[in-house]
């Protein structure tokens, strides 16, 4: 070997090696590395795409598979091509396709052969028990391997294994955090329970007490329920039930608790308490009531339980019921009944023991909600400032992360644009730690970009608040918290709207709709608000007005701060339809309003109707005072929207105001303006009707979605669509455009101007 590298490291500048080997031979890589000498092919450059999986499974093994069945095979293997071929020896020799391709893993007796004969057997006693013992983690980092194998050398196995390319995958470029590929995983795990089963509970227990002390509660709970240790999951759960709920584990837990005996839960409070906490962020209100009326009672008149388990419920009394005030009032906050919702906090914070961090910091986010909701704005901003710092005294990344998006929310309400990204972004950088540490994403980081959506929208800043609603939407439905898929809802309607999808955003208003039905009154007039909004946004008046119409509204109606925001879309109906009397009264009874608003697009979408009232009246004075006040208070933040959304009417009004003061600001409304009048949907369909026979709106929208990374399922899943429907769909734009692929069909498009 010595001599070998002897003479790679002092071959002529013309010599090429090519070396082929399951390991990393011991040479000095890194240094061939940082001479650029060194170019590597490595595993994930080898494993196939789920296109490569294609044409291997049905152009080379002719077997004839669906898309779906391709994905489910690409996914379960990783892309790995011995799995995919021992996959197709398998379906070759089985009418069952459907079946063998749904159950395909490391039970199928080919894989099992070839993982337990060509890897696991030509290790060593030593390292196939570390391997098996390791094999119950999902995140393997050396110290967590240390504690469950009773080991000093993790660190050093770990990076063997991945040296000798083990099916082990590296999660960071620090070598510190691995995972084994899904298929040897489940090997090592049936291994497991075959040769060792009676260790395994003991493991999980091992696993969970060190993310016990590693203060990752939801971790150390999900292997406490692995080894049906009903003990530690008791004592875990005790005064942690929020941080199980904001790491996503509201499902894992509701499921685990229903598969125990109800006297069992019922005798342990502190279960029963998360339980209710899991109900209620899955939108189950009642259910989660029945279940707290039911632990008051076993308060008060305790079953049958032994001695030890009486004592703790006695003496967790007070603590139990502030903790049930807590969730009380986390419930009440889907009301309109803000100062029940004080109150009942008030309860909660003056019951709960100084050390219940996590619980503390909720009553103040909810004694926040019920001031910003009665207008006091300064007041609640002092609530959620005083609950993020306790959220962050706990050490609960989760918690705090979901709690500084109601800072950012008060903020976003107001205006103060930069505040709420400056906040947003700390709240991102604390999650992305939060997940270096854990290997867990926090899931209400869905409503961080939520608001940064928001923010970037009311910039005009479309592309932006289109991604950040994207990922706001994907995060908040794999959370399943139920206000925080509405808030997810609300983000990725207004983007989609944006962009011009409006058959998208409408689809979405309706789900909106029925989330709404389930939460409460608040949030069933905010999806109406939003619906009426949007219809006039497209121009569909005959709905706005017929709503108009069956609520009787009157421009004599006198107006008061609750009902004004249905008043801005009622005098927006009637500006539109040319009513400029009527509108005009309407907006006379609304501006004495503006300095009692609290949301600053309220305020700026009164003034801006104001002043294009004016102008169309000829009061050109009137107009420009008026303008110039939304001017004033927009242009600190670059507050564009609410100006764009007024269009070109605006126009000659602001062009009054290109040399002055506000001349840079105005000077980016009129672009965004001019940009906005022949939108992206608007040139697309000029091109279309251009073709001799013209896409479909359904068909333009999945052309767009040929330009990404997304494959047939995935396109299905953003349409709300099936998968067969996409591909019908495919079929027809290919025939249209005379083409047969996706990358021709693209770059037609692209020819055609068809693209976004």
Known sequence: NDSFLFFVENAPANLHLVLLSRSDPAWPLAKFRARNQLAEIRAQNLRFTESETDAFLNKVMLLGLSPDQIAVLNQRTEGWIAGLQMAAISLKSTPQRSALVDSFGASNRFVLDFLLEEVLEQQSESIRQFLCQTSILDLLTPPLCDAITQRNDSQQVLVDLDRANLFLIPLDTERFRYRYHHLFR???????????????????????????????????????????????????????????????????????????????????????????????????????????????????????????????????????????????????????????????????????????????????????????????????????????????????????????????????????????????????????????????????????????????????????????????????????????????????????????????????????????????????????????????????????????????????????????????IYADLLYRQGNLRSARQVISNLVPLVDQLTLMRSKLRILILQALLYWAESNEMGALDIAATAIEMAQEEDYLRPFVLAGEPLLPLLQRFIEGQFTDFVQKVIAAIDQSVVTPQTAIMDANLALIEPLSDRELEVLQYLNSSLNT????????????????????????????????????????????
Request: net charge negative; charged share 25%; with cysteine.
């Open 713 to 756: 399922r995935e396109i299905a899943n953003e349409l709300y669509i099936a998968v067969t429907t996409v591909r019908s769909h495919v079929k027809s734009i290919y025939e249209k455009l005379g083409v047969h692929s996706r990358t021709d069909a693209v770059a037609r498009a692209r020819e055609l101007k068809l693209m976004r």
């Open 186 to 568: 489940d090997m090592l795990r049936q291994r497991m329970q075959v040769a060792d089963k009676e260790q395994v509970p003991l493991l999980h227990t091992r696993a969970s007490e060190w993310y016990e002390q590693a203060g990752l509660i939801p971790e150390a709970v999900t292997h406490a329920m692995q080894a049906e240790n009903n003990e530690l999951v008791d004592r875990l759960v005790s005064g942690n039930a929020l941080a199980l709920i904001n790491s996503r584990q509201l499902g894992t837990l509701a499921d685990w608790i229903m598969t125990i005996p109800s006297d069992m839960y019922r005798a342990r409070p502190w279960i029963s308490i998360a339980y209710a906490w899991a109900l209620a962020f899955a939108g189950r209100f009642d259910d989660a009531t029945r279940h707290i009326e039911q632990l008051e009672i076993d308060l008060d008149q305790p079953i049958d339980v032994p001695d030890e388990i009486r004592h703790v419920i006695q003496d967790d009394k007070n603590h139990i019921r502030a903790y049930i005030a807590a969730l009380n009032a986390w419930a009440l906050s889907f009301s309109d009944d803000m100062e029940s919702i004080i109150e009942v906090a008030q309860q909660a914070v003056e019951q709960l023991p100084n050390s219940d961090l996590r619980s503390r910091a909720m009553t103040e986010t909810m004694m926040g909600v019920g001031y910003r909701g009665l207008g006091h704005y300064d007041r609640a901003r002092e609530h959620f400032a005083h609950a993020v710092q306790i959220a962050k005294e706990s050490g609960d990344v989760p918690l705090t992360v979901d709690l500084m998006w109601e800072s950012c929310r008060t903020d976003t309400n107001t205006g103060n644009l930069s505040s709420v990204m400056d906040c947003c972004n700390q709240a991102l950088a604390m999650a992305a730690g939060y997940k270096a540490r854990s290997g867990r994403r926090v899931p209400s980081t869905g409503y961080t970009y939520a608001e940064m959506s928001k923010v970037h929208l009311a910039r005009n800043q479309i592309e932006e608040a289109y991604q950040a609603a994207h990922t706001a939407y994907d995060l908040c439905e794999r959370w399943g918290q139920v206000d925080a898929r509405y808030i997810a809802h609300m983000a990725w309607i207004n983007a989609n709207l944006a962009k011009g999808f409006d058959d998208k955003a409408f689809q979405l208003i309706e789900s909106l709709k029925s989330m709404a039905d389930e939460l409460g009154p608040w949030y069933r007039d905010t999806a109406q608000q939003l619906e009426l909004e949007t219809r006039l946004e497209t121009g569909n008046l005959n709905h706005v007005q017929e709503w108009a119409s069956r609520e009787e509204l009157d421009p004599q109606d006198e107006i008061e701060l609750s009902n004004s925001r249905l008043y801005m």
